[in-house]
Every structure is written in structure tokens, then in C-alpha cells.
């Protein structure tokens, strides 16, 4: 099993659409999560920390669940410009450099 | 601010040649990293850099060596280069090491070996 799994997508969505994505990672111990964003032949940006709270940031909500090991990113109203790859960022042991970065999910909202 | 800068932007290299990938930050950051993206595969940590004067290896450092050359400025070297090399490089910086949220990552550097 990968140390993080993400569904390559694509996710194909109109625009005003509600999308979510999942993220499993296998460490039950992991300590930090992000979500970061990739534009098609671009760096990837943080787009948000995931906190075990919950994080919300506008039309973008990330949540972790802890005991089925994976965590979520929940994007609503969905713009043209939200089009990218969405990349799950976990880090199995704190205090290490060990950051596991999944493969990404794409997502493409259509007009 | 122009954040995280890489050089060269593109490269087709033959087999068996060097080069160095040049990455200098401006945000006074003080860790560094070394990142390789492949189709299929999540960004994997090559080397980094936890503050000026140390470097150690990540997950894939075979093949590359690394020089920190003074806060600013994180290379990479492949000495001897191979085609299972051909990748996307990103170099990236932060605050300190281990606060990703911190992160920011240069623009890439596109690398064909053939």
C-alpha cells in the first residue's frame, strides 16, 4: 500500500459545482497534512494546512479523519480558475523532513 | 521579492554529462530542499538543506550531490548524467526545517537526458 493514495481524477465539474477529494495515508501516527495546488507545468503552491479541527479557507474546507485514516478537501462554487492538480501532503513522523507528497487529483471545471 | 529562483529553466543533457541546477531564495529562509516530480509519482525529496552549512540526503539522493553555498543559494549536481534522470526538478525553501506551511517552491527546472 502507498504512503499516500489520491484518485488521479480527472474530477470533470461545471462551474458553481460542490467537488471533494479524498486523501488515504497508511501511518496511522502521521502527524501534519496540506493540501497544496499545481497548475499545469507550474510549482506547487500551499493551499492549506489541514488541521484535526478542521480548516476552513472561503469556498475551500479541508477536514481530517483520524480514524479512518484519510483526509478531505471540499471545494464549493466551483470557478474556471480552480482548475488544476491538487496535491495531499502528509508528514508520517513530526520533527523529520519526511513530507510524503501524493500524486495529485486533477480537477477540470468546465463553463 | 522574486521568492525562489531556479536556472537554468529547460535542459537536454546526453548521457554520461554534468551539470549544476542553480536555486537561490530571497525570503531569508533558512532550510532548503531538492525536489524531483515524475509522471505518476508524488514530488520525492532528493536532498535538503536544514540550515547554512548542513545538506543530507532524502529519499532518492543517488546520482546527485548538493552544495549550500551560503543562505541564499541551494545547487544541485548531476555528475554523470542518466536518462532515468529526465524529470522535473523543484527546488523549494522555508522557513525552517520542518514547517511546510512555510514552504514556497521555484519554478522548476525541465530536465531531458538522453
Known amino acids: 500500500r502507498k504512503e499516500v493514495e489520491q484518485d488521479p481524477g480527472p474530477f470533470n465539474v461545471p462551474e458553481g459545482a460542490t467537488v471533494a477529494f479524498n486523501c488515504t495515508y497508511s501511518n496511522s501516527a502521521s502527524q501534519s497534512f496540506f493540501w497544496y495546488r499545481q497548475d499545469c507545468r507550474k510549482e506547487p503552491k500551499l493551499l492549506m494546512s489541514?488541521?484535526?479541527s478542521g480548516n476552513e479557507d472561503g469556498r475551500f474546507t479541508a477536514q481530517l479523519n483520524r480514524a479512518s485514516q484519510y483526509i478531505s478537501l471540499l471545494i464549493r462554487d466551483s470557478k474556471l480558475s480552480d482548475s488544476a492538480t491538487y496535491l495531499c501532503v502528509v508528514n508520517p513522523t513530526s520533527g523529520t523532513y519526511k513530507y510524503i507528497f501524493g500524486t495529485g487529483t486533477r480537477l477540470k471545471v468546465l463553463a | 521579492n522574486a521568492g525562489v529562483t531556479q536556472t537554468p529553466k529547460f535542459q537536454v543533457l546526453k548521457t554520461g554529462q554534468s551539470m549544476t541546477l542553480q536555486c537561490a531564495q530571497d525570503m531569508n529562509h533558512n532550510s532548503m530542499y531538492w525536489y524531483r516530480q515524475d509522471p505518476g509519482m508524488g514530488l520525492r525529496l532528493i536532498y535538503y538543506?536544514?540550515?547554512?552549512?548542513?545538506?543530507d540526503k532524502g529519499e532518492v539522493p543517488n546520482g546527485y550531490n548538493v552544495s549550500r553555498l551560503n543562505k541564499r543559494e541551494f545547487s544541485l549536481r548531476l555528475e554523470s548524467a542518466a536518462p532515468s534522470q529526465t524529470s522535473v526538478y523543484f527546488c523549494?525553501?522555508?522557513?525552517?526545517?520542518?514547517?511546510?506551511?512555510?514552504?514556497?517552491f521555484g519554478p522548476g527546472t525541465r530536465l531531458l537526458v538522453l
Open positions: 538543506s536544514a540550515s547554512e552549512g548542513t545538506t
Open positions: 489541514v488541521y484535526s
Open positions: 523549494a525553501s522555508s522557513e525552517a526545517w520542518g514547517k511546510p506551511e512555510t514552504q514556497y
